[in-house]
């Protein structure tokens, strides 16, 4: 079991993280530090934290942390690791690994340097139905994947959001796309077992077009992988009566089969040629559902502690979530120029 810092107790830690972390044999929750005063007294309340602290300078120095947990807004994910990383700690960053693809590399080069493990939170893959839908594709049962679709658009109103990250385009580095749009990029790498070499992408404000809104709220784009897959990402908040596990579908095909299906309800359906599938049913079509368990989050942080403990890779890497990162920075380089866009990516 190791110990816990963690850095930003905010929305995400408590509706996302905390109950995962809870059920992990792996982790304690040891230090809790946030700018909030009165968030940190409730939460170490809450949580049984042995510490709290507003300064991240005294939660790095305390020897007794094995492990820093960032929970910040992406753009001060790059001091605070680099410093992290300088203290000895091992790290998990959560997605988006960072705002730009410069900071996501000073993250990665302090980490090599000073020989402590970086783990980015795409949870996302740990995810039953996910699992079960990379399994149908390595089992052969949709033969050569030829094309995925992806979507992950549905309503979400900005007009008042008061943090600044999430409406800036400068500051953040970007809007849905960056913002839950970098766990499917990530997720058509997993699926696949294939990088994207090309981008082409269109943008817009079709509804959150304020002044003080300079994110997009509806992005298409349109990848090309290494194998030849034909990749498109559907995000964006202005899908009206979308909720967000009805606006959320992935679709693959191959030569021998069609898989369909929503990482988050767990609904499924799959056509499939191969029809001596053990792994699902003896039919050519299934229609399931594979409810989604919720314990991702244990997952992704059970095995991070174990690659520390037994020094292997952690279960995803600095390169995975960079590579996350890319496709969307490319998607949006090609929305601004209007320009197909090849990767690997200038990080300048
Ligand atoms: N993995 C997922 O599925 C998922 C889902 C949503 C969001 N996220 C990510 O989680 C992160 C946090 O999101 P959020 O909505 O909780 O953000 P938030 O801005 O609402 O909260 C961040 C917290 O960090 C604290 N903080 C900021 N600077 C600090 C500093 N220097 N030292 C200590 N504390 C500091 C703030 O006071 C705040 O309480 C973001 O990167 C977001 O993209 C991940």
Redesign the pocket.
């Known amino acids: 079991m190791l110990n816990y810092g963690v850095?930003?107790?905010?929305?995400?830690?408590q509706n996302?993280q905390v109950e995962g972390l809870l059920q992990s044999q792996s982790v304690n929750l040891y230090t809790a530090?946030?700018?909030?005063e009165d968030?940190l007294t409730s939460v170490q309340q809450q949580y049984d934290f042995k510490k709290c602290c507003?300064d991240?300078g005294e939660l790095l120095q305390d020897s007794n942390i094995d492990v820093v947990l960032l929970?910040?807004?992406?753009h001060?994910?790059r001091d605070?690791a680099v410093a992290a990383a300088k203290a000895g700690k091992n790290i998990y960053v959560?997605?988006?690994f960072a705002s730009n693809l410069k900071d996501a590399k000073a993250i990665m080069s302090a980490c090599e340097k000073h020989g402590v493990k970086l783990c980015v939170?795409?949870?996302?893959r740990f995810i039953t139905t996910e699992r079960k839908a990379k399994e149908i594709i390595d089992e052969g049962y949709l033969g050569t994947v030829y094309k995925i679709r992806v979507i992950a658009s549905w309503w979400q109103d900005i007009s008042e959001e008061k943090?600044a990250?999430l409406t800036d385009f400068e500051l953040g580095g970007g809007g849905p796309l960056l913002?839950?749009g970098v766990?499917k990029t990530d997720t058509m790498r997993f699926l696949l077992d294939q990088e994207a070499v090309r981008v082409f992408a269109e943008w817009d404000q079709f509804v959150f077009d304020q002044p003080h809104i300079t994110v997009e709220d509806t992005l298409v784009a349109l990848y090309r992988f290494e194998g030849g897959v034909i990749g498109e990402l559907e995000v964006g908040n202005a899908q009206r009566e979308a909720g967000f596990q009805r606006g959320e579908t992935i679709e693959i095909w191959g030569d021998k089969g069609t898989l369909w299906y929503q990482p988050s309800t767990g609904e499924m359906e799959l056509y499939s040629v191969e029809k001596s599938t053990n792994v699902i049913n003896p039919d050519a079509f299934m229609r399931t559902s594979y409810e989604p368990d919720g314990k991702e989050m244990t997952r992704i942080h059970d095995r991070f502690v174990e690659s520390i403990e037994k020094d292997t890779d952690p279960p995803i890497t600095g390169e995975d979530g960079y590579k996350a990162l890319e496709m969307a920075v490319g998607a949006y380089r090609s929305a601004q120029s209007k320009k197909v866009v090849h990767f690997p990516l200038d990080n300048e």
């Open positions: 850095i930003g107790v905010g929305p995400v830690f996302f530090c946030d700018l909030k968030l507003t991240y929970n910040l807004p992406q001060k994910h605070i959560e997605k988006p939170g795409h949870q996302r943090r990250w913002r839950w766990h």
